[in-house]
C-alpha cells in the first residue's frame, strides 16, 4: 500500500496551471503559432465565436448567432416558437415577424416600394381614406367579388374606356 499512498502524493504535488484560459476563440489561437506563410486575420475572419443566448423576464429568449455569410438575431417564445428574427445578409437585412397584432403609426409619410406586394386577410380589409384617392395600374387591373356596390354619395360615378365599354348581365337596369 505505500506504493499507491506515493503515487497519490505525487498526484497531489502537481502544480497548478498558472495562466488563465483565453477568454475567446481569438486570444486562444494567438498563443498558437501559425505555419509559415498564414495570415492570423484571414484565419480570425473565419472564425465565429457560438452563439449568444439571453433570456428576458417574459421567458422569451435573444439569440445572436454568426454564420459565415450572414448574422442572425432571433426572439422566441417560451414555448420554442421564433416570433422576430433578423438575418443581416450581404444583399441586406431579411426580417420576419410572428405577432398577435401590428400596430404601425407615424404623423408623417410612410412608403413601401418592393418588388411584389401579397396580402392576405382571413377577415374584413378596410380602408379609410381622408384625402383622395389614386390607383394606376401599368397592366390589367381586375376585382372580382360575390356582390359589387358603388356609390357616389356626392357627384358623379364616370367610366371612361379608349375602346369599348361592355355591360353584361342577366338584366341591365336603367333608372330602375
Same mark, same amino acid.
Given at each position: 500500500?505505500? &506504493?499507491?499512498?506515493?503515487?497519490?502524493?505525487?498526484?497531489?504535488?502537481?502544480? +497548478?496551471?498558472?495562466? #488563465?484560459? +483565453?477568454?475567446?476563440?481569438?486570444?486562444?489561437?494567438?498563443?498558437?503559432?501559425?505555419?509559415? =506563410? !498564414?495570415?492570423?486575420?484571414?484565419? &480570425?475572419?473565419?472564425?465565429?465565436? #457560438?452563439?449568444?443566448?439571453?433570456?428576458?423576464?417574459?421567458?422569451? *429568449?435573444? *439569440?445572436?448567432?454568426?454564420?459565415?455569410?450572414?448574422?442572425?438575431?432571433?426572439?422566441?417564445?417560451?414555448? $420554442? *416558437?421564433?416570433?422576430? !428574427?433578423?438575418?443581416?445578409? #450581404? &444583399? =441586406?437585412?431579411?426580417?420576419?415577424?410572428? @405577432? +398577435?397584432?401590428?400596430?404601425?403609426?407615424? #404623423? $408623417?409619410?410612410?412608403?413601401?416600394?418592393? $418588388?411584389?406586394?401579397?396580402?392576405?386577410? &382571413?377577415?374584413?380589409?378596410? *380602408?379609410?381614406?381622408?384625402?383622395?384617392?389614386?390607383?394606376?395600374?401599368? $397592366?390589367? @387591373? !381586375?376585382?372580382? @367579388?360575390?356582390?359589387?356596390?358603388?356609390?357616389?354619395?356626392?357627384?358623379?360615378?364616370? @367610366?371612361? +374606356?379608349?375602346?369599348?365599354?361592355?355591360?353584361?348581365?342577366?338584366?341591365?337596369?336603367?333608372? !330602375?
Amino acid at each position: 500500500m505505500p &506504493a499507491q499512498n506515493e503515487r497519490l502524493g505525487a498526484l497531489n504535488s502537481v502544480p +497548478a496551471i498558472e495562466q #488563465p484560459a +483565453a477568454g475567446n476563440l481569438e486570444e486562444l489561437f494567438q498563443k498558437v503559432d501559425l505555419p509559415d =506563410g !498564414s495570415d492570423w486575420e484571414v484565419l &480570425a475572419g473565419r472564425m465565429r465565436e #457560438p452563439s449568444r443566448r439571453i433570456t428576458l423576464a417574459s421567458g422569451r *429568449e435573444v *439569440e445572436l448567432s454568426d454564420q459565415l455569410q450572414e448574422d442572425l438575431l432571433t426572439v422566441s417564445n417560451p414555448q $420554442g *416558437e421564433v416570433e422576430l !428574427s433578423i438575418r443581416f445578409t #450581404p &444583399a =441586406g437585412p431579411v426580417l420576419n415577424v410572428r @405577432a +398577435a397584432a401590428i400596430n404601425l403609426r407615424t #404623423p $408623417g409619410e410612410m412608403n413601401i416600394a418592393c $418588388g411584389r406586394l401579397t396580402v392576405q386577410s &382571413a377577415g374584413d380589409v378596410t *380602408e379609410e381614406i381622408g384625402g383622395e384617392k389614386r390607383t394606376r395600374v401599368e $397592366g390589367k @387591373a !381586375s376585382f372580382e @367579388a360575390h356582390t359589387i356596390d358603388v356609390k357616389s354619395l356626392r357627384g358623379n360615378i364616370t @367610366a371612361k +374606356a379608349n375602346d369599348d365599354v361592355c355591360l353584361l348581365g342577366e338584366r341591365i337596369k336603367l333608372n !330602375s
